[in-house]
């Protein structure tokens, strides 16, 4: 009997460690949970417990009474402190999620990571079709943190969520990254955005040009503790900037070449009456108000009509290309304009230009025609010739009439005709 005793004490005893054991492990490997002091109360009485029973073991034997009366002592005040404090254990232990709870949470963790994911997929689809990536710089760290979409703009592998910000410096052309560090600093100062244009240099030397934008994200403080932003990439659209220019300048061109051949005579290059009206009156308000001079030459080809009839009307043709080409010869000065005003007439306009001057323009006219030695007839010696009427105004004229100097020209050539042709007469307009 006293040997089954024993047995049953120890194996007793060994109970009571294993569960001061348990409660060891327990919060060795969940030490995330918080037990208090209750939990080590408890331990301590359940070992104490244990100990008891390992000690009955030793009572059967002689001993004092003084070892079995502490022991039980202090397993009685233990055992009062685990009591009062168990109820708080239990309470805390009750509000651990239950399996349920956890297997429920587990699920919502993994629909959550599921729906995590799908968003970031979006996230870098849309990126990817809209030249975007995003990134986040921390004030006190020297590195940036990147989306995949920035590191196809730099052209580049993603070699993970962090970028250098001496690396990222190294891309871009120093005068732009001068523009970041104002940029930034003057957005720190300000506690506002940024927004700036950069270009950045891939590997392979091809230049991205994007644009940068950041805004500030404070901590709870309310200190500036880093930075949010974006960076798109604008090179499509820079090239298809570029060839709008390219279009647009070509259009002008274009436009500037359909005005010139407008304002000219086809057969001539000479300019043609609309370009002489336009300029004849200009010069007139010119003249004015600048009290200068006005010249107009009108230069009629003689017996145009005869030789037409004689030649036919392709000579005809090349008989005015070939005095057209011998009165631009005989102009000197950039202003002074020629123009084929009708079939076998040619006006010379002659900005700041007095009596004397029209007169010189016009004997140089006529010597350049006849070195032409162009035949008026068939058979006969006679060369064309042309006469020229000469109508000057000063700025004290009281006319703005452009149709009064031309009266004048026009009067002056039916003269000159009348008096034999291949001459010069003239006329002038002046206020009296």
């Known amino acids: 009997m006293l040997r089954l005793h024993v047995v049953s004490e120890f194996w007793t005893g060994l109970a009571y460690l294993g569960v001061v054991m348990?409660?060891?492990?327990?919060?060795?490997?969940?030490?995330?949970?918080?037990?208090?002091?209750?939990?080590?109360?408890?331990?301590i009485f359940v070992l104490v417990c244990g100990l008891r029973e390992l000690l009955e073991i030793r009572i059967m034997f002689p001993v004092t009474r003084?070892?079995?009366?502490?022991?039980?002592?202090?397993?009685?005040?233990?055992?009062?402190?685990?009591?009062?404090?168990?109820?708080?254990?239990?309470r805390r232990l009750v509000r651990l999620p239950s399996p349920l709870d956890l297997r429920n949470a587990l699920k919502r963790l993994r629909i959550a990571k599921t729906e995590t994911a799908q968003v970031n997929r979006w996230l870098s689809l849309g990126e990817e079709v809209g030249h975007v990536g995003h990134w986040r710089a921390r004030r006190d760290r020297p590195t940036i943190k990147c989306s995949d979409g920035v590191y196809?703009?730099?052209g580049r592998d993603g070699d993970g969520p962090d970028v250098a910000v001496d690396r990222?410096?190294?891309?871009?052309?120093?005068?732009?990254?001068?523009?970041?560090?104002?940029?930034?600093?003057?957005a720190f100062v300000r506690r506002q955005g940024f927004e700036v244009p950069v270009r950045f240099m891939r590997a392979g030397g091809d230049m991205r040009h994007v644009l940068l934008r950041g805004v500030l994200q404070p901590n709870e403080d309310d200190e500036v503790a880093s930075l949010f932003g974006v960076i798109?990439?604008?090179?499509?659209?820079?090239?298809?900037e570029a060839e709008l220019l390219k279009a647009r300048a070509a259009t002008e061109a274009a436009n500037r070449r359909l005005e010139a051949l407008a304002l000219r005579d086809v057969l001539t290059g000479l300019a043609n009456q609309r370009h002489f009206d336009a300029t004849l009156a200009g010069?007139?308000?010119?003249?004015?108000?600048?009290?200068?001079?006005?010249?107009?030459?009108?230069?009629?080809?003689?017996?145009?009509?005869?030789?037409?009839?004689?030649?036919?009307?392709?000579?005809?043709?090349?008989?005015?290309?070939?005095?057209?080409?011998?009165?631009?010869?005989?102009?000197?000065?950039?202003?002074d304009l020629a123009a084929l005003c009708e079939d076998d007439r040619f006006a010379v306009l002659l900005p700041n230009s007095d009596e004397a001057g029209a007169v010189a323009v016009a004997q140089r006219i006529l010597r350049a025609v006849r070195d032409m030695k162009m035949p008026r007839e068939r058979d006969g010696?006679?060369?064309?010739?042309?006469?020229?009427?000469?109508?000057?105004?000063?700025?004290?004229?009281?006319?703005?009439?452009?149709?009064?100097l031309v009266g004048l020209a026009l009067e002056a050539c039916e003269m000159a005709k009348k008096q034999g042709q291949d001459q010069v007469c003239q006329a002038s307009l002046r206020q009296v």
Do not use: N
């Open 22 to 43: 348990a409660l060891l492990f327990l919060a060795r490997k969940r030490s995330d949970l918080i037990y208090g002091w209750q939990l080590w109360l408890f331990t």
């Open 66 to 90: 003084l070892e079995e009366g502490t022991v039980e002592f202090l397993r009685a005040i233990l055992a009062v402190a685990a009591l009062m404090a168990l109820p708080s254990l239990v």
């Open 152 to 154: 196809k703009i730099l």
């Open 168 to 186: 990222l410096k190294g891309t871009l052309l120093p005068e732009d990254w001068r523009k970041v560090v104002v940029a930034v600093g003057r």
């Open 232 to 240: 798109v990439d604008q090179t499509d659209q820079k090239l298809v």
């Open 283 to 335: 010069e007139i308000r010119r003249a004015r108000r600048m009290k200068i001079e006005l010249a107009l030459l009108l230069i009629e080809v003689d017996d145009f009509d005869h030789y037409a009839e004689a030649f036919g009307r392709s000579a005809g043709d090349r008989c005015l290309i070939a005095i057209a080409a011998a009165i631009e010869r005989s102009l000197h000065r950039a202003g």
């Open 381 to 404: 010696p006679a060369i064309m010739t042309v006469s020229i009427g000469a109508a000057e105004i000063d700025g004290s004229s009281a006319t703005q009439d452009p149709l009064a």
